[in-house]
């Protein structure tokens, strides 16, 4: 990265950490989201971590997927041999990264209806979403 491009990336890590502070963001959270639908069908889950700590984050990929049966948390099991990578992402102040779950590679099959949440542990975040 040059100098020109480092700069910048600066001012607009500055600017976003004051945008979120003062429009009613949390500048000491990470988010993960999960924008598209996810539906029966669906053989891979896309989401989104930002980093609004206001430092850099480490995260890795691990993850775990949880469902709700009669309002507890159940994990969902991993297909048999499956292995996780672990890779470490770095994440800047107001840097988002977009990383995907092969539903099919990991679980071996697509979830059922119902409602999820994806579980970040190596950063305490999490998002809830519901497969239809």
Same mark, same amino acid.
């Given at each position: 990265?040059?100098? !020109?491009?480092?700069? %910048? /990336?600066k !001012?607009?890590?500055v600017l976003m950490s004051f %945008?979120?502070?003062f429009?009613?963001?949390?500048p000491e959270k990470i988010e993960v989201r999960i924008e598209d639908p996810v539906t029966t069908e669906s053989t891979e889950i896309e989401y989104i971590i930002t980093n609004y700590t206001g430092k850099t984050v480490y /995260?890795?990929?691990f993850f775990t997927v949880e469902k709700s049966v009669d309002g507890q948390w159940v994990a969902v099991p991993f /297909?048999?041999?499956?292995? *996780?990578?672990? !890779?470490? !992402?770095?994440?800047?102040?107001?840097?988002?990264? *977009?990383?995907?779950?092969?539903?099919l590679g990991y %679980?071996?099959?697509?979830?059922?209806?119902g409602e999820y949440r994806l579980i970040l542990p190596g950063i305490s975040a999490e998002a809830e979403f519901t497969v239809v």
């Open positions: 990265m040059n100098s !020109i491009t480092s700069i %910048f /990336a !001012i607009i890590a %945008f979120y502070m429009v009613g963001g949390n /995260a890795d990929k /297909a048999e041999d499956t292995a *996780t990578e672990e !890779i470490a !992402i770095r994440l800047l102040n107001c840097q988002s990264v *977009t990383l995907t779950v092969d539903l %679980f071996g099959k697509t979830l059922e209806k």
